[in-house]
């Protein structure tokens, strides 16, 4: 192959890194995901650079250069490397410690296509799941890595960055008058990319319903589906707003009802029926991390999604209607 060839592939896994998120190939579409990833300045950098990271390393090491250009291998880094923006204060430190994760989270993804691959399962978003675990735990240890106190200091931030415009147009968003739940599934959205604001959430869910519909709906089906359950239940729904755990609903409506199922009204249907089992674990799984002062972040939506793929292998009359 050319270099020109390997140049234009490593172009391409850039932004498709970030379309697979949201399981997506439309290049506008990532080019909105990259956009909203820097409206928190940093989180953006560490994301952008954790995903040239991966890919170069994933080029150098010899690994399939048109499935690093699918993106497959550079979203989870690019979660990484968001996840670890966001929590710590930029350093060379953190741009170490991005090195590191980026490397760890593309060894992971390689070794996990290897494992579960041969039941042609996807790993998801697990790689990163793993990767950020490790260095959270790690980085405790860190005594050079500063806290980040931007969510703190967020108008400060805003100020230096755009001065009082951007001041304005934060608290014109933020101050939007929209029903609580309405409210919550957009900071739920934005939460998946990091950027826990309401203006992160109303673009990507424009650009959803830009690009594809079908996704659109599934995640308002999926997250009101958790929203109503958790309300029949008696469970606490002020844990969807300042946990931004309602992703998972949204991600995993997606994935079932339609991009790993053929879209239908079966796989509508499981989509409402799977939501509440999501819920449980979810719920579950606050509890047991809480011990290890861990978040869980996508854990449900890729152990739900794994086992639902994985027991539709023993059908004994498999359909693609479902």
């Known amino acids: ?7 234009k592939l490593f172009l391409k896994a850039i932004p498709n890194s970030y379309g697979q998120v949201f399981f997506s190939d439309q290049r506008l579409f990532a080019g909105i995901l990259l956009v909203v990833t820097f409206f928190d300045l940093y989180a953006g950098v560490f994301g952008l650079l954790s995903v040239i990271i991966t890919n170069l390393v994933g080029f150098l090491l010899g690994f399939d250069k048109k499935t690093i250009s699918k ?32 490397i760890l989270t593309l060894l992971i993804a390689v070794s996990l296509q290897g494992v579960i691959g041969k039941y042609a399962l996807p790993y998801l978003s697990i790689p990163f799941l793993l990767s950020i675990w490790v260095m959270t735990l790690a980085t405790k240890e860190f005594t050079a890595l500063g806290i980040s106190e931007r969510g703190i200091y967020t108008f400060n931030d805003l100020y230096t960055i755009g001065g009082d415009p951007l001041v304005r147009i934060y608290e014109w968003w933020n101050d939007l008058q929209l029903p609580k739940s309405l409210r919550v599934y957009f900071i739920s959205l934005g939460a998946i990319l990091f950027q826990y604001n309401l203006l ?30 958790y309300e029949i239940i008696g469970a606490d729904i002020s844990e969807l707003s300042y946990s931004y755990i309602g992703f998972n609903y949204i991600l995993t409506s997606i994935a079932i009802g339609g991009f790993f199922i053929i879209p239908s009204k079966r796989s509508y249907l499981w989509v409402v029926l799977l939501i509440p089992i999501v819920a449980m674990i979810t719920i579950s799984l606050s509890r047991v991390f809480a011990i290890f002062s861990l978040p869980f972040y996508s854990l449900p939506f890729n152990l739900v999604v794994l086992l639902f793929l ?9 359909s693609v209607k479902l």
């Not at 497959?72 to 590191?100: A, D, R, T």
């Not at 992160?200 to 109503?228: K, N, P, Q």
């Open 71 to 102: 993106g497959v291998f550079g979203f989870n880094s690019l979660l990484v490397g968001l996840g670890l923006g966001v929590y710590f204060e930029p350093s060379l430190y953190l741009v170490l410690v991005i090195l590191m994760g980026a």
């Open 1 to 7: 192959m050319k270099q020109s060839d390997d140049i």
């Open 200 to 229: 992160s959430g109303i673009i990507l869910s424009i650009g959803l319903l830009l690009f594809s519909r079908i996704s659109f709906s599934l995640s308002l089906i999926g997250f009101y589906t958790a929203y109503l359950f």
């Open 310 to 318: 994985y027991a539709l292998k023993f059908r004994l009359r498999p």
